[in-house]
T-cell receptor
Framework: DAKTTQPNSMESNEEEPVHLPCNHS???????IHWYRQLPSQGPEYVIH???SNVNNRMASLAIAEDRKSSTLILHRATLRDAAVYYC?????????FGTGTSLTVIP | KAGVTQTPRYLIKTRGQQVTLSCSPI?????VSWYQQTPGQGLQFLFE???????NKGNFPGRFSGRQFSNSRSEMNVSTLELGDSALYLC?????????????FGPGTRLTVL
């Protein structure tokens, strides 16, 4: 989705927090923001989702800007198993519009 | 509970042929979505089926079609294959297809068109 942009790649040291940004400048008021990640040779797997307010689950936190034009996925302590491509997704009427994806490298 | 399964995992076809890919959703899931993943275009939504009806369709030509059976299994068909159809085709299932539903993805079918 050309309207959902992410940095191509990011690096993080193991056990440090990681903030993965996403810009969705044309998101509508009813579009949910989902984050999925994809490991090599696998389909994407769910990480977290939200609409307007910040969300937490056991995997991560999602911070959504007040104007909803951007969001940030926060991994509190990166592990080697978190190395993957992370996708920010605009979900409109159950149609997933994937962002460009950020390849996360975790350095031991 | 078994995950989403897709068959075949790998497929090689030649230009002009047609192909059918199969997806078995997680038991109890009624919504199945299909996606195309290529290095150039990334992940793109193809269509979504719920209770045997196509509810949503992405921006793909009519050569791409699908259907869903009463047991929620889904098939995707591509006719008159082109080189650009080479891609990883992913299907995902969810309980109801609502915006807050989690989609569970299969491992994909890797299609190569020669």
């Amino acid at each position: 989705d050309a309207k959902t942009t992410q940095p191509n790649s990011m690096e993080s040291n193991e056990e440090e927090p990681v903030h993965l940004p996403c810009n969705h400048s044309t998101i509508s008021g009813t579009d949910y923001i989902h984050w999925y990640r994809q490991l090599p040779s696998q389909g994407p797997e769910y990480v977290i989702h939200g609409l307007t307010s910040n969300v937490n689950n056991r995997m991560a936190s999602l911070a959504i800007a007040e104007d909803r034009k951007s969001s940030t996925l926060i991994l509190h302590r990166a592990t080697l198993r978190d190395a993957a491509v992370y996708y920010c997704i605009r979900n409109t009427g159950n149609q997933f519009y994937f962002g460009t994806g950020t390849s996360l490298t975790v350095i031991p | 509970k078994a995950g989403v399964t897709q068959t075949p995992r790998y497929l090689i076809k030649t230009r002009g042929q047609q192909v059918t890919l199969s997806c078995s959703p997680i038991s109890g899931h009624r919504s199945v979505s299909w996606y195309q993943q290529t290095p150039g275009q990334g992940l793109q939504f193809l269509f979504e089926y719920f209770s045997e009806t196509q509810r949503n369709k992405g921006n793909f030509p009519g050569r791409f079609s699908g259907r869903q059976f009463s047991n929620s299994r889904s098939e995707m068909n591509v006719s008159t294959l082109e080189l650009g159809d080479s891609a990883l085709y992913l299907c995902a299932s969810s309980m109801t297809g609502y915006d807050t539903d989690t989609q569970y993805f299969g491992p994909g079918t890797r299609l190569t068109v020669l």
